[in-house]
DNA sequence: CGGACAATTGATCTACCTCAAAATTGGTGG
DNA sequence: CCACCAATTTTGAGGTAGATCAATTGTCCG
């Protein structure tokens, strides 16, 4: 399976650029392939990881139960994403990873991660920026859940979550897949599934959006992004991705 | 300033045993110690520093300001702490760091962290290890945003904040410094200072906790802890730190 | 074609907000 | 050491965004 790790490859390669050696590094790296059903649970809270799991198709969610049994998401993941990378060194998981529908993922050993990054510090810097920017992604969320209200909040959302699946090219033109039902969506912005409704019919009726059979299309891109406050900076997205 | 770096080197040898070599190039980066008037930001949005700050003495806080003018903060940060280390791969900054009282930091240039960690690819881990934590720590802050009422919000963070200042040896018995007003409080999560005052007297009236002159002691731990749901695993406190 | 899930709508309730003022507290200069 | 000012904390009184509960209406899939 010469390729199973392209998306890797193509994610890391839209920050830097990388030597031959580095590049066959990463694509000799041991996986182990597996698909996965929707609403099905990758790791759980207090697991002790020995691998972390990169998505190669499908979304994934990471999130916490309460003791009330209400849930929070607090990310969403595509393709190329390592959404379980911080198990590299803190081993408890202190939270959940899911599937939100059906989903291909590789698992990595951690020994191999670590071995990787010590052999090319260089790689290491990719991953480790790539958890900071999983940090950005979380304190810009936070800023949304304290300050902004339900119709802006979720405007912030889509606009994030269409530039994180432009930026991997799977947009065409403004509109990209959106496999997120209201339901996830309020246990994702702390809603109720009653008020995502009720914003989005309003996004809708300002003809900001379109979001059927779940594909989403932003038909007012400044004016979505205007409503939610949104400024691309903490995605902190390079230049290359775009020229990519 | 032989011991300027102190407070670094206890954080990190609470999660694991330094070398000797390592404990020396820690002690030998090049720093610049100033102090810092309470309300003065040490880095601004949109500013692309070239050193990272370790905090040595009093309180910082990370926030953005929204278009309306309103604060969220999403951080807070004692003796120890590296609030802006990502900045060592993130050259844009996506938000501001500011003192919350007087407090005195040391700059370390990213350059002499940079080599630091190409040479010990362990301190390297370690670093990475404290931002991965400081991720854990905005995910559980968003699940408080999310889904807990004001009190228990309150309560989650006074626990948190309590145990942070006890696993660096600067809380006395169940009490702590808490130089954080309620109009903080409330821009830290995301409620009104008045909401704040009165969420705060339930849990004085309660006998939880008192807080005056800027000290805070919690009176009923395990109530505090249940109140606010507080499962301290987030945090990823290392029984080296109690130990020592 | 039926069953399960997802979206939508209606009605009521409440946690938290805003505005406004009073009471404390702490710091500072004389 | 006291008086005074400014920043905090506290209290009161409405107002509202968003919650909850309960149907109803799609919509998709086997």
Chains 1, 2 share one sequence.
């Not at 099905?40 to 198709?57: A, G, K, M, N």
């Not at 929070?72 to 408890?92: E, K, R, T, W, Y």
């Not at 950005?136 to 269409?162: K, Q």
């Not at 969506?185 to 995502?196: I, N, Q, R």
Request: glycine residues 6%.
């Amino acid at each position: 399976m010469p390729q199973t790790l392209a998306p890797l490859l193509r994610k890391l390669e839209s920050v830097a650029v990388l030597s031959e050696p580095e590049r066959a590094a990463i694509l000799a790296l041991p996986v182990t392939v597996r698909q996965m059903r929707a609403d099905h649970d990758i790791v759980r809270e207090r697991d002790r990881p020995t691998q972390s799991c990169l998505v190669l198709d499908g979304w994934l969610c990471r999130y916490k139960i309460l003791e009330t049994g209400t849930r929070q998401i607090f990310s969403f993941h595509i393709a190329g994403d390592v959404p379980d990378l911080q198990s590299l060194f803190l081993n408890l998981m202190d939270h959940n990873l899911g599937s939100l529908v059906q989903s291909t993922v590789a698992f990595i050993p951690h020994d191999s991660i670590r071995a990787l990054a010590v052999k090319f510090p260089r790689l290491a810097e990719l991953f480790w920026r790539d958890t900071l920017i999983d940090a950005a992604i979380f304190r810009e969320w936070i800023v949304g859940m304290g300050r902004r209200d339900a119709p802006s909040r979720i405007a912030h959302l889509l606009c994030e979550l269409y530039l994180k699946q432009r930026a991997i090219g799977l947009a065409r033109g403004y509109s990209c897949d959106f496999p997120i039902t209201q339901a996830v969506l309020g246990d994702a912005l702390g809603l109720s599934t009653v008020h995502v409704n009720r914003s989005l019919m309003e996004l809708r009726g300002r003809g900001l959006i379109t979001l059927e059979k779940h594909v989403l299309t932003i038909l007012k891109w400044d004016e979505l992004q205007g409503e939610g406050g949104f400024d691309p900076t903490y995605l902190h997205i390079e230049p290359l991705a775009v020229a990519a």
